[in-house]
């Protein structure tokens, strides 16, 4: 598909559309790489590892996170999505997507964007593009924007953590479920065993690990401010469209009575449930490819149900799978 013109546009668009209209490239300052050769480091499942701030951060991102924070410029409207990894992100942003667009992009329409582009494409990953240089791609989205971190909250700048006009949305998940659902979406491509997942998350060093700091810090700002909320994987699946009314409240979208009417959340749900999205072909093949990690795009849908850790984790030992 042509790239879109953000220019007459209303946000959010699907990423990939604009992305490849823009090709900023941002270099990296010297006086940053001082600062990640100064930062204590430990290698943990092939991985050299900063500790940054508190928080365990893959080398080549540490660069990225300082970037971030001095460079990025939130607008008003924006929203985004913070998670650690494998708690129900690609869901999230497939939900987020499709309420925020639903204007735009009906839920039943036969040419929505999440049926022909993975949610990731949607959805652009922060930390990724400022770690690719490619943040520019950003600022040539349209308001409001839908963007998405994996990063501490403690890490964000306080220009999005003070900020009213900027939401954060957090999902989180059971630690083991998420375990268990990192291992299998690395274990073709890392060589280390579940036992070594394991360890090291217990030791807190996984990619922004501790894994209890990374959620403590949203949770604890969800209980404070009105402009951070914080929604559970496991309660997600058994109310799903409880989540995306109060999602599109948050956000300050709600539903009115004649959305409600015309079910679309019920149909938002649909379009981005687990069986509806892994058999889309966007789904199937291709995959995403950073500067860090590839994976594809199949591997982000496994099983897509809560308490999957009793099948791999013995609970007496720990972690065999
Ligand atoms: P990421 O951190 O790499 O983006 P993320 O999407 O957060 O991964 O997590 C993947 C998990 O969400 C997988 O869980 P599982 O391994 O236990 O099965 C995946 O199956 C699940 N998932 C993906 N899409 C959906 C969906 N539409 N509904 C419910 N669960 C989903």
Known sequence: MAALSASCLVGPVPFKDVATAVDGHSSTPEEYEDIVSGLPSSTALGMVLRQYRGSWVIQERVTAFISLQRRFTPRPGDVLLASPAKCGTTWLKALAFATMARGAYPPTDAQHPLLRMNPHECVPFMDELFTAGQDARLEALPSPRLMHTHMHHSLLPASVTDNPDCKIVFICRDPKDMLVSLWHFVKGVRPFTFDDLFNSACEGKTPNGPI?????????????????????????????????????????????????????????????????????????????????????????????VAGDWVNNIDARDGATL
């Open 212 to 304: 209890w700091d990374h959620l403590i810090g949203y949770w604890s700002t969800s209980k404070t401010s009105p402009d951070n909320v914080l929604f559970r994987y496991e309660e997600m699946l058994i109310d799903p469209v409880g989540h995306v009314r109060e999602l599109a409240r948050f956000i300050g979208q709600p539903f009115s009575h004649a959305d409600e009417a015309a079910g679309i959340p019920a149909d938002i749900v649909k379009l981005c449930s687990f069986d509806k999205l892994k058999g889309q072909g966007a789904n199937t093949a291709g995959s995403y490819d950073g500067k860090v990690f590839s994976f594809a795009h199949e591997t982000f849908f496994r099983k897509g």
